[in-house]
């Protein structure tokens, strides 16, 4: 089991970055496939970013090209670096760490895109 707490958000400019982490416990970070997810205002919680034990990344086509997913294992610490954020970026972020079926999940960190 994991217990997994993020951070990094606040409130941006559109145009504006903010990298989020979630720091993960245990000595075994490693083990587990991570993600980041959101839930906007009024919307079901999405997929962002996924990023494997191997390093093998996913992004959701609204996204890609303007947020990166790494993860430091040694630091039990995955990143979430978001440049050229707009008011629809808006939401909670969540971080999930999955094995073999078990997911878990961090208690979100708010990021709000407005002028």
């Known amino acids: 089991q994991v217990q997994l707490v993020e951070s990094g958000g606040g409130l941006v400019q559109p145009g504006g970055s903010l990298r989020l982490s979630c720091v993960g416990s245990?000595?075994?970070?490693?083990?587990?496939?991570m993600g980041w997810y959101r839930q906007g205002p009024g919307n079901q919680r999405e997929a962002v970013a996924h990023?494997?034990?191997?390093?093998?990344?996913y992004y959701a086509n609204s996204v890609k090209g303007r947020f990166t997913i790494s993860r430091d294992n040694a630091k039990n610490t995955v990143y979430l670096q978001m440049n050229s954020l707009q008011p629809e970026d808006t939401a909670v972020y969540y971080c999930?760490?999955?094995?073999?079926?078990?997911?878990?999940w961090g208690q979100g960190t708010q990021v709000s895109v407005s002028s």
């Open positions: 990023i494997s034990t191997d390093r093998s990344t």
């Open positions: 245990g000595s075994n970070f490693f083990i587990y496939n």
């Open positions: 999930k760490a999955d094995r073999f079926g078990s997911d878990y």
